[in-house]
């Protein structure tokens, strides 16, 4: 069994920043794939940013060169930092993992194995 438990989530505004984390307990040594994802209300879940078993990373474009996900292996968290945060990026954010590749080709995914609560984001204007 796997529990994610994400924080850091608040409200700030247009331009602001905000770090995100995701404690992981439980059996995770074969989590090989970490995800962010979120939610805005009236709007399809998608992801934001996703880590892949060989350390890589990737980010559709909406939040490219603005959000960074990363991971303390030692700490079993999962971070994503956000930079220059926009009204737009209000919604309910998710840490999410697998032991399988949650990220297809491009920007398309598929729902993990692992999901947390959320923890919500507000970005004013």
């Known amino acids: 069994q796997v529990q994610l438990v994400e924080s850091g989530g608040g409200s700030v505004q247009a331009g602001g920043s905000l770090r995100l984390s995701c404690i992981a307990s439980?059996?995770?040594?074969?989590?090989?794939?970490w995800a962010w994802l979120r939610q805005a209300p009236g709007k399809e879940r998608e992801g934001v940013a996703f880590?892949?078993?060989?350390?890589?990373?990737y980010y559709p474009e909406a939040v490219e060169g603005r959000f960074a996900i990363s991971k303390d292996n030692a700490k079993t968290t999962l971070y994503l930092q956000m930079n220059n945060l926009k009204p737009e990026d209000t919604a309910i954010y998710y840490c999410?993992?697998?032991?399988?590749?949650?990220?297809?080709?491009?920007?398309?995914?598929?729902?993990?194995?692992?999901w947390g609560q959320g923890t919500q984001v507000n970005v004013s204007s």
């Open positions: 999410a993992a697998d032991n399988h590749p949650i990220r297809g080709r491009g920007d398309y995914w598929r729902s993990p194995s692992y």
């Open positions: 439980g059996y995770t040594n074969n989590l090989y794939y």
């Open positions: 880590l892949e078993s060989d350390g890589s990373t």
